[in-house]
């Protein structure tokens, strides 16, 4: 069984319930995440497919992954060269999975496709509004700092003017976690991604003064079965 094979973590209990409700997945991807090899990528496609009335996987689009490599201190044209050659990767990988596992109905789109919708331009302003919180601030910061630092020598740190650059990917990515309901014009989504991050988990946590939509969840989902690489 494809669920035997996931591993998920609601970000709250609310986002629990919105997940047994089955309705619409929406799971980020990232281009030059070695995670998200065909192998797992199959076996999240079988899960979400087999478990959710409605899939779509949004990946990365090129500014935002030029964006961590820019962050690490590449110049401007060798960042986007290399994302560019890391989306056309992505691609091929997201179409050998969506053949694997039976080419399930899935919508594949990127975040800059949509980033003329009202509802992501109105959660991106939702988002700078919750940057005037203190504590936000300091995980949305944080979290960029580490996903740029996770795949660089150990002992290495981006300056600020680095964590500034990077911030474009979550920037980007988190009007589908706060507000993919208004985006999709659905009543409940589930958003997901490989691992729940601290400045996402933020919108789904009962004392923060910045909230989710109504009907919106996060989750972490992992393929467990990571042995095919």
Same mark, same amino acid.
């Given at each position: 069984?494809?669920?035997?094979?996931?591993?998920?973590?609601?970000?709250?209990?609310?986002?629990?319930?919105?997940?047994?409700?089955?309705?619409?997945?929406?799971?980020?991807?990232?281009?030059?995440?070695?995670?998200?090899?065909?192998?797992?990528?199959?076996?999240?496609?079988?899960?979400?497919?087999?478990?959710?009335?409605?899939?779509?996987?949004?990946?990365?689009?090129?500014?935002? +992954?030029a964006? /961590? #490599?820019? $962050?690490?201190? @590449?110049?401007?044209?060798?960042?986007?060269? %290399? !994302? &560019?050659?890391?989306?056309?990767?992505?691609?091929?990988?997201?179409?050998?999975?969506?053949?694997a596992?039976?080419?399930?109905?899935?919508?594949?789109?990127?975040?800059?496709?949509?980033?003329?919708?009202?509802e992501?331009q109105?959660?991106?302003?939702?988002?700078?509004?919750?940057? +005037?919180?203190? /504590? #936000?601030? $300091?995980?949305? @910061?944080?979290?960029?700092?580490?996903?740029? %630092? !996770? &795949?660089?020598?150990?002992?290495?740190?981006?300056?600020?003017?680095?964590?500034?650059?990077?911030?474009?990917?979550?920037?980007?990515?988190?009007?589908?976690?706060?507000?993919?309901?208004?985006?999709?014009?659905?009543?409940?989504?589930?958003?997901?991604?490989?691992?729940?991050?601290?400045?996402?988990?933020?919108?789904?946590?009962?004392?923060?003064?910045?909230?989710?939509?109504?009907?919106? !969840?996060?989750?972490?989902?992992r393929?467990?079965?990571?042995?095919?690489?």
């Open positions: 069984m494809e669920e035997d094979l996931v591993e998920v973590e609601p970000s709250s209990d609310n986002c629990a319930r919105i997940l047994a409700g089955r309705e619409h997945l929406a799971l980020m991807v990232s281009p030059g995440n070695p995670y998200f090899s065909v192998s797992r990528l199959t076996i999240l496609l079988r899960w979400a497919t087999q478990e959710m009335k409605r899939v779509d996987v949004i990946v990365s689009d090129l500014e935002m +992954t964006s /961590t #490599y820019l $962050a690490q201190g @590449r110049a401007e044209k060798e960042a986007y060269k %290399k !994302a &560019r050659a890391d989306i056309r990767q992505m691609a091929s990988r997201i179409r050998r999975a969506r053949e596992a039976g080419d399930p109905d899935v919508r594949v789109s990127e975040f800059g496709e949509w980033s003329g919708h009202p992501y109105r959660a991106r302003a939702y988002v700078r509004q919750a940057l +005037t919180d203190p /504590t #936000y601030r $300091a995980l949305y @910061r944080q979290g960029t700092r580490e996903a740029v %630092k !996770a &795949r660089m020598p150990e002992g290495w740190e981006p300056t600020e003017h680095q964590i500034d650059a990077g911030l474009v990917h979550s920037e980007k990515a988190l009007p589908f976690v706060i507000n993919a309901v208004g985006i999709f014009g659905v009543a409940q989504v589930v958003t997901a991604y490989s691992r729940p991050a601290a400045q996402f988990r933020y919108f789904f946590t009962p004392h923060s003064p910045f909230r989710a939509s109504p009907g919106q !969840a996060y989750i972490g989902v393929a467990r079965e990571d042995r095919h690489g």
